[in-house]
C-alpha cells in the first residue's frame, strides 16, 4: 500500500549505535503501530499510537522509543541497538471509523551487527 | 497473557486442492478477527477477515469460519493456485476495543504443481 511509507528500507548498523526507522502515511489514519517481524514468530507490537498526544506501549517496548511527531508520522528509535534487535520492522496504520483494519508499511530490514 | 496459536507452521497442497488453516485465541472479548497474506519480501496484506456476529464470511476462493463458543477460527482456500503460495497470519483484537490485535506465529502454504 503506497499510501504508508517507510524509511530507510534496510539498515546496517553496529552494536551500541542509535538508529531511527520512520513512518509516514497519506491515509489521513489517526492511529500507529510498530510491529517487529522474527522469523517462526510472526508480529509482535512494540508501541502503538492513537493519536498525537497518546503513545502506548506495545508487548515487546524493552529497547525502544517512539515519537509521534505528527498525525502522519511516526518514528520508531533503537538507543542503542544490540544485535537481538535484528529484525524486519513494519509500520502500520488504522483509523477510528474502520479501526480494526491496519494496513501496513513496506517493511525496514534492520541489521544490527 | 492473552495469545493467538496458529496450525499448521507448514502447509504444502497439490494445486487445485483445497487448504486450510486453523486458529484457537485466549480473550473471550475479542470481536474481530483479520486474516493477512504476506508473499516472500512483501508486506502483510488483508485477505479477509470477520467479525463475532458473524459465523461465516467467503470472498471467493476464500473463506472463514468462526466459532466463538470454541474460540477457533478457520481460513479456507479452495482451488488452490500457485499465487495462493505465501506466508498467512491469523490475527485477533484484545478485548473489544480493537485496534489492538495479537497475531498468530504464521503459516507458510505452498503450492505443487
Known amino acids: 500500500d503506497a499510501d504508508v511509507t517507510q524509511t530507510p528500507r534496510n539498515r546496517i548498523t553496529k552494536t551500541g549505535k542509535r538508529i531511527m526507522l520512520e513512518c509516514s502515511q497519506t491515509?489521513?489514519?489517526?492511529?500507529m503501530y510498530w510491529y517487529r517481524q522474527d522469523p517462526g514468530l510472526g508480529l509482535r507490537l512494540i508501541y502503538y499510537s492513537f493519536d498525537v498526544k497518546d503513545i502506548n506501549k506495545g508487548e515487546i517496548s524493552d529497547g525502544y522509543s517512539v515519537s509521534r511527531q505528527a498525525q502522519a508520522k511516526f518514528s520508531l528509535s533503537l538507543e542503542s541497538a544490540i544485535p537481538n534487535q535484528t529484525a524486519l520492522y513494519f509500520c502500520?496504520?488504522?483509523?477510528?471509523?474502520?479501526?480494526?483494519?491496519?494496513?501496513f508499511g513496506p517493511g525496514t530490514r534492520l541489521t544490527v551487527l | 497473557g492473552e495469545n493467538v496459536e496458529q496450525h499448521p507452521s507448514t502447509l504444502s497442497v497439490q494445486e487445485g486442492d483445497s487448504a486450510v488453516i486453523k486458529c484457537t485465541y485466549s480473550d473471550s472479548a475479542s470481536n474481530y478477527f483479520p486474516w493477512y497474506k504476506q508473499e516472500l519480501g512483501k508486506r502483510p496484506q488483508l485477505i479477509i477477515d470477520?467479525?463475532?456476529?458473524?459465523g461465516e464470511k467467503k470472498d471467493q476462493r476464500i473463506a472463514v469460519t468462526l466459532n466463538k463458543t470454541a474460540k477457533h477460527f478457520s481460513l479456507h482456500i479452495t482451488e488452490t493456485q500457485p499465487e495462493d503460495s505465501a506466508v498467512y497470519f491469523c490475527?485477533?483484537?484484545?478485548?473489544?476495543?480493537?485496534?489492538?490485535?495479537?497475531f498468530g506465529s504464521g503459516t507458510r502454504l505452498s503450492i505443487r504443481p
Open positions: 491515509k489521513g489514519h489517526d492511529r
Open positions: 502500520a496504520t488504522s483509523d477510528l471509523a474502520r479501526e480494526d483494519t491496519q494496513y
Open positions: 470477520i467479525r463475532s456476529n458473524v
Open positions: 490475527a485477533a483484537t484484545l478485548g473489544s476495543s480493537a485496534s489492538k490485535i495479537i
